[in-house]
Protein backbone atom coordinates (compact mmCIF):
# COMPACT_ATOMS: atom_id res chain seq x y z
CA UNK A 1 0.00 0.00 0.00
CA UNK A 2 2.46 2.17 0.60
CA UNK A 3 4.42 1.86 -2.13
CA UNK A 4 1.36 2.92 -4.72
CA UNK A 5 0.86 5.67 -2.08
CA UNK A 6 4.34 7.13 -2.43
CA UNK A 7 3.60 7.45 -6.23
CA UNK A 8 0.49 8.84 -6.02
CA UNK A 9 1.75 11.61 -3.72
CA UNK A 10 4.53 12.18 -6.09
CA UNK A 11 2.15 12.88 -8.39
CA UNK A 12 -0.40 15.02 -6.93
CA UNK A 13 -1.18 15.93 -3.14
CA UNK A 14 -4.87 16.36 -4.23
CA UNK A 15 -7.11 15.80 -1.02
CA UNK A 16 -8.59 13.26 -3.70
CA UNK A 17 -7.05 10.63 -5.28
CA UNK A 18 -9.19 7.92 -6.91
CA UNK A 19 -7.47 4.58 -7.71
CA UNK A 20 -10.04 2.72 -9.68
CA UNK A 21 -13.42 2.76 -11.44
CA UNK A 22 -15.36 1.52 -8.58
CA UNK A 23 -14.79 4.36 -6.21
CA UNK A 24 -14.08 7.02 -8.91
CA UNK A 25 -17.95 8.68 -8.34
CA UNK A 26 -18.13 7.95 -4.96
CA UNK A 27 -17.83 11.58 -2.54
CA UNK A 28 -15.40 11.33 -0.28
CA UNK A 29 -15.23 13.40 3.32
CA UNK A 30 -12.68 16.56 3.17
CA UNK A 31 -9.01 14.91 3.64
CA UNK A 32 -9.21 11.58 3.02
CA UNK A 33 -7.72 9.90 0.03
CA UNK A 34 -8.27 6.43 -1.93
CA UNK A 35 -4.50 4.64 -1.63
CA UNK A 36 -6.05 1.56 -2.86
CA UNK A 37 -9.28 0.24 -4.37
CA UNK A 38 -11.90 0.44 -1.59
CA UNK A 39 -9.22 1.99 1.11
CA UNK A 40 -10.24 5.31 2.07
CA UNK A 41 -7.41 6.62 4.33
CA UNK A 42 -7.94 9.62 6.21
CA UNK A 43 -5.23 12.09 5.19
CA UNK A 44 -4.72 13.37 8.86
CA UNK A 45 -3.42 10.08 9.92
CA UNK A 46 -2.00 8.93 7.56
CA UNK A 47 1.59 10.43 8.09
CA UNK A 48 2.10 8.49 11.20
CA UNK A 49 1.69 5.39 9.86
CA UNK A 50 4.59 6.16 7.08
CA UNK A 51 6.50 7.71 10.38
CA UNK A 52 6.11 4.44 11.98
CA UNK A 53 7.02 2.40 8.84
CA UNK A 54 10.02 5.00 8.80
CA UNK A 55 11.20 3.86 11.96
CA UNK A 56 11.04 -0.08 11.19
CA UNK A 57 12.86 0.64 7.52
CA UNK A 58 15.82 2.16 9.44
CA UNK A 59 15.77 -0.80 11.86
CA UNK A 60 15.99 -3.10 9.01
CA UNK A 61 18.97 -0.29 7.21
CA UNK A 62 16.35 0.62 4.50
CA UNK A 63 17.87 3.78 4.80
CA UNK A 64 15.93 4.83 1.66
CA UNK A 65 13.09 3.68 1.87
CA UNK A 66 12.83 5.29 5.49
CA UNK A 67 13.74 8.62 3.79
CA UNK A 68 11.02 8.34 0.99
CA UNK A 69 8.92 7.73 3.88
CA UNK A 70 9.27 10.53 6.03
CA UNK A 71 9.47 12.98 3.00
CA UNK A 72 6.01 11.48 2.12
CA UNK A 73 4.74 12.32 5.33
CA UNK A 74 6.42 15.88 5.24
CA UNK A 75 4.51 16.71 2.07
CA UNK A 76 1.10 15.10 3.72
CA UNK A 77 1.44 17.58 6.72
CA UNK A 78 2.43 20.75 4.56
CA UNK A 79 -0.64 19.61 2.44
CA UNK A 80 -2.77 19.91 5.94
CA UNK A 81 -1.22 23.33 7.02
CA UNK A 82 -2.83 24.80 3.51
CA UNK A 83 -6.28 22.90 4.83
CA UNK A 84 -5.69 25.10 8.04
CA UNK A 85 -7.20 28.48 6.27
CA UNK A 86 -5.77 30.82 8.96
CA UNK A 87 -1.70 31.47 8.07
CA UNK A 88 -0.45 31.80 11.81
CA UNK A 89 -2.20 28.32 12.81
CA UNK A 90 -0.95 26.54 9.36
CA UNK A 91 2.46 27.71 10.47
CA UNK A 92 3.17 25.16 13.19
CA UNK A 93 2.47 22.46 10.73
CA UNK A 94 4.23 24.09 8.05
CA UNK A 95 7.67 24.33 10.14
CA UNK A 96 7.24 20.38 10.93
CA UNK A 97 7.07 19.56 7.60
CA UNK A 98 10.24 21.62 6.76
CA UNK A 99 11.84 19.79 10.11
CA UNK A 100 10.96 16.14 8.57
CA UNK A 101 11.99 17.11 5.12
CA UNK A 102 15.47 17.68 6.73
CA UNK A 103 15.25 14.81 9.03
CA UNK A 104 14.33 12.31 5.75
CA UNK A 105 17.95 14.11 4.42
CA UNK A 106 19.76 13.15 7.43
CA UNK A 107 18.11 9.76 6.99
CA UNK A 108 19.00 9.01 3.54
CA UNK A 109 22.73 10.37 4.14
CA UNK A 110 23.14 8.78 7.06
CA UNK A 111 23.53 11.65 9.87
CA UNK A 112 21.09 10.34 11.37
CA UNK A 113 22.98 7.19 13.20
CA UNK A 114 20.90 5.63 15.64
CA UNK A 115 16.91 4.69 16.03
CA UNK A 116 17.02 6.53 19.07
CA UNK A 117 18.07 9.82 17.33
CA UNK A 118 15.66 9.24 14.40
CA UNK A 119 12.50 8.32 17.20
CA UNK A 120 13.57 11.91 19.27
CA UNK A 121 13.07 13.55 15.85
CA UNK A 122 9.70 11.78 15.47
CA UNK A 123 8.26 12.73 18.53
CA UNK A 124 9.02 16.09 18.71
CA UNK A 125 7.22 16.61 15.11
CA UNK A 126 3.88 14.29 16.20
CA UNK A 127 4.03 16.67 19.37
CA UNK A 128 3.55 19.66 17.32
CA UNK A 129 1.06 17.79 15.14
CA UNK A 130 -0.92 16.73 17.99
CA UNK A 131 -1.22 20.30 19.24
CA UNK A 132 -1.91 21.45 16.19
CA UNK A 133 -4.81 19.45 15.01
CA UNK A 134 -6.63 19.72 19.08
CA UNK A 135 -6.43 23.88 18.36
CA UNK A 136 -8.12 22.53 14.88
CA UNK A 137 -10.05 20.26 16.65
CA UNK A 138 -11.48 22.93 18.98
CA UNK A 139 -12.16 25.74 16.45
CA UNK A 140 -14.16 23.14 14.61
CA UNK A 141 -16.52 22.11 17.80
CA UNK A 142 -17.17 25.85 18.38
CA UNK A 143 -18.20 26.45 14.73
CA UNK A 144 -20.71 23.39 15.07
CA UNK A 145 -18.71 21.59 12.82
CA UNK A 146 -18.85 17.96 14.38
CA UNK A 147 -17.55 16.09 12.06
CA UNK A 148 -14.32 17.49 11.21
CA UNK A 149 -13.84 18.63 14.95
CA UNK A 150 -14.06 14.05 15.47
CA UNK A 151 -11.75 13.96 12.97
CA UNK A 152 -8.70 16.84 13.96
CA UNK A 153 -9.64 15.10 17.61
CA UNK A 154 -8.92 11.45 16.13
CA UNK A 155 -5.85 12.94 14.53
CA UNK A 156 -4.88 14.96 17.57
CA UNK A 157 -5.16 11.88 19.80
CA UNK A 158 -3.08 9.38 17.30
CA UNK A 159 -0.29 11.94 16.98
CA UNK A 160 -0.22 12.12 20.67
CA UNK A 161 -0.18 8.60 21.32
CA UNK A 162 2.85 7.92 18.88
CA UNK A 163 4.85 10.97 20.39
CA UNK A 164 4.47 9.46 23.50
CA UNK A 165 5.59 5.96 22.14
CA UNK A 166 8.54 7.49 20.69
CA UNK A 167 9.56 9.99 23.22
CA UNK A 168 10.95 6.39 25.27
CA UNK A 169 9.82 8.31 28.45
CA UNK A 170 7.39 6.78 30.70
CA UNK A 171 4.12 7.23 29.88
CA UNK A 172 1.57 8.22 32.86
CA UNK A 173 -1.74 6.53 32.83
CA UNK A 174 -3.60 9.74 33.04
CA UNK A 175 -2.05 10.43 29.62
CA UNK A 176 -3.03 6.89 28.51
CA UNK A 177 -6.43 7.52 29.27
CA UNK A 178 -6.64 11.17 28.10
CA UNK A 179 -5.50 9.94 24.63
CA UNK A 180 -7.47 7.00 24.61
CA UNK A 181 -10.67 8.74 26.02
CA UNK A 182 -10.20 11.61 23.13
CA UNK A 183 -10.16 8.30 20.51
CA UNK A 184 -13.82 7.09 21.78
CA UNK A 185 -14.99 10.79 21.76
CA UNK A 186 -14.00 11.85 18.47
CA UNK A 187 -15.42 8.18 17.28
CA UNK A 188 -18.74 9.55 18.68
CA UNK A 189 -18.18 13.11 17.17
CA UNK A 190 -17.51 11.39 13.56
CA UNK A 191 -20.39 8.80 13.34
CA UNK A 192 -22.32 11.91 14.54
CA UNK A 193 -24.47 10.55 17.48
CA UNK A 194 -23.87 9.18 21.26
CA UNK A 195 -21.99 11.96 22.35
CA UNK A 196 -22.26 14.78 25.39
CA UNK A 197 -21.20 18.33 25.47
CA UNK A 198 -19.66 17.35 28.79
CA UNK A 199 -17.60 14.40 27.75
CA UNK A 200 -16.81 16.09 24.54
CA UNK A 201 -15.27 19.13 26.76
CA UNK A 202 -13.66 16.94 28.81
CA UNK A 203 -11.82 14.96 26.35
CA UNK A 204 -10.42 18.08 25.08
CA UNK A 205 -9.28 19.27 28.55
CA UNK A 206 -7.75 16.10 29.15
CA UNK A 207 -6.34 15.66 26.06
CA UNK A 208 -4.32 19.14 26.16
CA UNK A 209 -3.27 18.42 29.38
CA UNK A 210 -1.51 15.43 28.47
CA UNK A 211 -0.20 17.53 25.39
CA UNK A 212 1.22 19.73 27.37
CA UNK A 213 2.87 17.22 29.64
CA UNK A 214 4.07 15.67 26.60
CA UNK A 215 5.43 18.87 25.25
CA UNK A 216 7.52 19.25 28.86
CA UNK A 217 9.29 15.75 27.73
CA UNK A 218 10.04 16.17 23.77
CA UNK A 219 11.17 20.13 23.30
Do not use: C
Not at 2 to 19: G, P, Q, R, T
Not at 95 to 109: F, G, I, N, T
Not at 117 to 126: D, P, T, V
Not at 135 to 159: C, F, M, P, R, T
Amino acid sequence: MFKNLLVLLSLSFSFFVFAAESVNERKLPMGFIVVEEQVVTDMRVLPFELLQKSKNDFLNNNFGEASADISAAARILKSEAIRADNAKRGKSLSDVSVRLERVARDVKDRKIKSERELSSELSRAAYQTAAHHRILALEEWSKKEYNQAGHDLKAAAVASEHALQWSGKEIEIASKEAVSGARFVAGKLIQGAGWTTAEVGSAFEKLGKATEKLGNKVL
